[in-house]
């Protein structure tokens, strides 16, 4: 299994705390110390488990636009969107908690023309007014013909958001844009006008599941 590269540091110290537990019940003979170190050790495995970073494959196309987050789709709604699409929007909301693939991926082809941190709180990424008050990281990317905005937000638990998106990179549909650590929401800009395919309460899969098509 493939593991993120921000992940690797967080899986090798889990697993020393671990394997240090384990020697020293081994040293002191202690049941008590056996079940914390069996607890390190379940420890280690979920955060070995939280950053995998399987390779996706499915459908691509310049009309399509996949999802860029593992996660449920919580919400859809038209929201003016200022910063990149510069008017009204579609914005498609996908809600990661802490077993998803935390791996993010671009939903479209085209080239980055916009990235923007913004500080913020961090309320329940769930929480409608998270979209504008939580810790975020905006990419904006022109395929062409259209604009599409993709936001990563954090969470109660998220505080680091990692993106690799550079201004005037050229950008390919699934591969990885960046990731969330520890639950989070993703959400995803498009031009009124969109065909949306996913219904409320859909899972997705980064990479995979089909979101929309973008307007003929």
Request: aromatic fraction near 10%; hydrophobic fraction near 50%.
């Amino acid at each position: 299994m493939n593991f993120a590269r921000e992940g690797l540091v967080f899986i090798a110290i889990a697993a020393v705390i671990a394997i240090g537990a384990f020697g020293f019940a081994i040293s002191r003979r202690s049941w008590g110390l056996w079940l914390a170190a069996f607890v390190l050790l379940l420890l280690a495995l979920w955060v070995a488990y939280f950053f995998r970073d399987p390779e996706r494959t499915g459908e691509r196309g310049a009309a399509l636009v996949v999802s860029p987050a593992d996660g449920k789709l919580i919400m859809i709604t038209e929201v003016d969107e200022p910063s990149f699409l510069k008017g009204r929007a579609l914005r498609l909301s996908i809600f990661m908690n802490v077993f998803n693939v935390h791996v993010n991926r671009y939903p479209v082809d085209g080239a980055v023309e916009y990235v923007h941190y913004n500080e913020g709180k961090f309320f329940n990424a769930a929480a409608e007014k998270s979209s504008l008050e939580n810790e975020q990281m905006s990419v904006g990317i022109d395929n062409g013909r259209y604009r599409v905005l993709v936001r990563q937000i954090a969470g109660l638990i998220a505080r680091r958001i990692v993106t690799y998106s550079k201004v005037g990179q050229h950008v390919k549909q699934g591969d990885r844009m960046g990731m969330i650590r520890f639950g989070s929401r993703v959400d995803v800009f498009l031009p009124v006008g969109s065909k949306i395919i996913a219904k409320l309460g859909d899972v997705t899969t980064a990479g995979v599941t089909i979101l929309s098509e973008l307007p003929k």
